[in-house]
């Protein structure tokens, strides 16, 4: 949902810029707080002075993506999941941008985003993402003794993965805490649930108290390394 | 203090001997990046670029998985703790899969085997990988965006100084090497901006050389007007490569 922040942000956006946009659109995403799609007119010249306008009205804590009508096909990438952005909205942006967005200013761009032709690909990217990424953001952590932020991460990072493993059900309109259950449903498979039953349950422990040991860490990260194994399975 | 080379050395030698507590885990340790090339600029090269190839069976064993994890975090917090530099963790991976497509040149090229089999000849990447690399470019791009308020911001604080600085050397070393992956050319990272001087002419690259003067100059590099006009220059460059590249999806995708 549009929240009033949101509003006033688009406001105070197109009083500034106005002339020189083509469109603005929400989009809501079960990640995030969700963003908005910010399309410039196709020939207002310097790019990089008209984002710096957007930036200093005050935007409120959501994505941001600024670009051109000739540069929407950039909305339906893999996107980067590279420490330390831990967090990709793709690639359930463009389903979400397309199928529940919501035109705030202009011209309806919706129709011009495309669905990634093969979702599969996008697990397989996703997968290795993680091997890449959280691996090597969850050794960092040990150092600061993040051990609670690494189980958090551990479970957190399990259901995004789930979440692209269910594009290639077509099932993208998934609520957060309703993945698990849906990816239950959708592909049997018991050892991944098990596993992400035992990760959540670590979670769940952990975040109660509020504290971690280097343990409970290396557990997380190890039941991480098998949700990985058993999902990245179903790659075909 | 004043960082060597001598401090990097010391920093891999630290690591080669937690990578030698590991037992038969590591079946290879590649070394990349400017280590790798002998380039390294102290205070300013990072570390730690090394893949730590991890025998299969580490993955399949739990017991074996906790203890080789323990020394990887141990060996991480002594580079961290020893880096002259800029500072990231190193990768570890299986060495049966294949790695990302943007650190595949850079792995199996202008790397060295700095521990166990020279496994490199084995070293794949997959086509989807290759997509997320050709589309990176556009990525990085945007995720530079919040960072334009310091085009015209007054009064840049030391961290804005920092932060702008930072901003100009990912832009001389990453967005080369991706612009060229945008368009199918495979480089190392090394020798991407010749390869990109050939390849978009008609682009003003005078900026890249501007930004390794600031490297070198402590002055410029916290010089306010100095790092704001680099960064004016730097995005027409960028800027430049992305209308390019715009044009070349665009003119592929209606072909």
Same mark, same amino acid.
């Given at each position: 949902?549009?929240?009033?922040?949101?509003?006033?942000?688009?406001?105070?956006?197109?009083?500034?810029?106005?002339?020189?946009?083509?469109?603005?659109?929400?989009?809501?995403?079960?990640?995030?707080?969700?963003?908005?799609?910010?399309?410039?007119?196709?020939?207002?010249?310097?790019?990089?002075?008209?984002?710096?306008?957007?930036?200093?009205?005050?935007?409120?804590?959501?994505?941001?993506?600024?670009?051109?009508?000739?540069?929407?096909?950039?909305?339906?990438?893999?996107?980067?999941?590279?420490?330390?952005?831990?967090?990709?909205?793709?690639?359930?942006?463009?389903?979400?941008?397309?199928?529940?967005?919501?035109?705030?200013?202009?011209?309806?761009?919706?129709?011009?985003?495309?669905?990634?032709?093969?979702?599969?690909?996008?697990?397989?990217?996703?997968?290795?993402?993680?091997?890449?990424?959280?691996?090597?953001?969850?050794?960092?952590?040990?150092?600061?003794?993040?051990?609670?932020?690494?189980?958090?991460?551990?479970?957190?990072?399990?259901?995004?993965?789930?979440?692209?493993?269910?594009?290639?059900?077509?099932?993208?309109?998934?609520?957060?805490?309703?993945?698990?259950?849906?990816?239950?449903?959708?592909?049997?498979?018991?050892?991944?649930?098990?596993?992400?039953?035992?990760?959540?349950?670590?979670?769940?422990?952990?975040?109660?108290?509020?504290?971690?040991?280097?343990?409970?860490?290396?557990?997380?990260?190890?039941?991480?390394?098998?949700?990985?194994?058993?999902?990245?399975?179903?790659?075909? | 203090?004043?960082?060597?080379?001598?401090?990097?050395?010391?920093?891999?030698?630290?690591?080669?001997?937690?990578?030698?507590?590991?037992?038969?885990?590591?079946?290879?340790?590649?070394?990349?990046?400017?280590?790798?090339?002998?380039?390294?600029?102290?205070?300013?090269?990072?570390?730690?670029?090394?893949?730590? #190839?991890?025998? @299969?069976?580490? !993955?399949? $064993?739990?017991? +074996?998985?906790?203890?080789? %994890?323990? *020394?990887?975090?141990?060996?991480?917090?002594?580079?961290?703790?020893?880096?002259?530099?800029?500072?990231?963790?190193?990768?570890?991976?299986?060495?049966?899969?294949?790695?990302?497509?943007?650190?595949?040149?850079?792995?199996?090229?202008?790397?060295?085997?700095?521990?166990?089999?020279?496994?490199?000849?084995?070293?794949?990447?997959?086509?989807?990988?290759? #997509?997320?690399? @050709?589309?990176? !470019?556009? $990525?990085?791009? +945007?995720?530079?965006?919040? %960072?334009? *308020?310091?085009?015209?911001?007054?009064?840049?604080?030391?961290?804005?100084?920092?932060?702008?600085?930072?901003?100009?050397?990912?832009?001389?070393?990453?967005?080369?090497?991706?612009?060229?992956?945008?368009?199918?050319?495979?480089?190392?990272?090394?020798?991407?901006?010749?390869?990109?001087?050939?390849?978009?002419?008609?682009?003003?690259?005078?900026?890249?050389?501007?930004?390794?003067?600031?490297?070198? $100059?402590?002055?410029?590099?916290?010089?306010?007007?100095?790092?704001?006009?680099?960064?004016?220059?730097?995005?027409?460059?960028?800027?430049?490569?992305?209308?390019?590249?715009?044009?070349?999806?665009?003119?592929?995708?209606?072909?």
């Amino acid at each position: 949902m549009i929240n009033g922040e949101v509003n006033d942000f688009a406001s105070r956006l197109v009083d500034r810029i106005g002339d020189r946009l083509e469109s603005i659109t929400f989009y809501s995403h079960p990640f995030t707080k969700g963003g908005l799609v910010i399309v410039f007119q196709d020939n207002i010249g310097f790019v990089p002075d008209l984002i710096s306008v957007v930036y200093s009205c005050e935007p409120p804590p959501i994505t941001l993506h600024c670009l051109r009508s000739a540069e929407l096909f950039q909305l339906s990438f893999p996107g980067v999941f590279g420490w330390p952005n831990q967090l990709e909205e793709k690639p359930l942006l463009a389903y979400h941008l397309k199928f529940k967005g919501v035109l705030i200013y202009g011209r309806d761009i919706r129709d011009e985003v495309m669905i990634p032709d093969d979702p599969m690909l996008l697990l397989e990217t996703h997968v290795q993402r993680c091997k890449q990424f959280v691996r090597n953001w969850a050794l960092d952590q040990f150092r600061r003794r993040n051990y609670l932020g690494i189980i958090k991460e551990a479970e957190r990072q399990t259901r995004y993965l789930m979440a692209t493993a269910l594009l290639t059900r077509n099932e993208w309109d998934v609520a957060l805490e309703e993945i698990p259950e849906r990816f239950e449903r959708l592909f049997e498979d018991k050892w991944a649930i098990q596993t992400w039953t035992e990760i959540n349950t670590l979670a769940l422990r952990q975040v109660a108290t509020n504290q971690a040991s280097r343990e409970s860490a290396k557990e997380a990260l190890w039941l991480f390394e098998k949700a990985i194994h058993f999902i990245e399975g179903h790659i075909r | 203090m004043t960082a060597s080379v001598r401090d990097y050395d010391d920093a891999l030698d630290g690591l080669l001997a937690d990578v030698a507590r590991m037992g038969d885990a590591v079946s290879c340790a590649v070394l990349f990046g400017s280590m790798a090339r002998g380039d390294v600029l102290p205070g300013h090269s990072d570390m730690m670029d090394v893949y730590l #190839f991890l025998k @299969q069976e580490v !993955f399949n $064993d739990k017991a +074996r998985f906790l203890e080789v %994890l323990e *020394v990887m975090a141990q060996a991480c917090e002594k580079i961290a703790d020893r880096a002259p530099g800029p500072y990231h963790p190193f990768f570890y991976w299986s060495e049966v899969d294949p790695v990302p497509a943007t650190f595949d040149l850079d792995i199996t090229v202008h790397s060295k085997v700095v521990f166990g089999d020279d496994i490199r000849s084995r070293i794949k990447t997959t086509a989807p990988s290759r #997509f997320v690399a @050709q589309t990176s !470019f556009f $990525d990085i791009r +945007r995720l530079g965006s919040p %960072l334009m *308020v310091y085009l015209h911001k007054k009064d840049l604080t030391e961290q804005d100084c920092q932060t702008i600085f930072n901003l100009l050397m990912t832009i001389k070393r990453d967005l080369p090497m991706l612009a060229l992956m945008a368009l199918g050319i495979w480089v190392v990272q090394k020798e991407s901006i010749p390869v990109l001087k050939e390849t978009f002419t008609g682009v003003n690259f005078d900026v890249l050389d501007q930004i390794v003067k600031i490297q070198h $100059d402590q002055a410029e590099r916290t010089d306010p007007p100095v790092l704001q006009a680099t960064l004016r220059e730097a995005m027409i460059f960028v800027e430049s490569l992305n209308d390019r590249l715009v044009a070349h999806v665009n003119g592929r995708s209606q072909a």
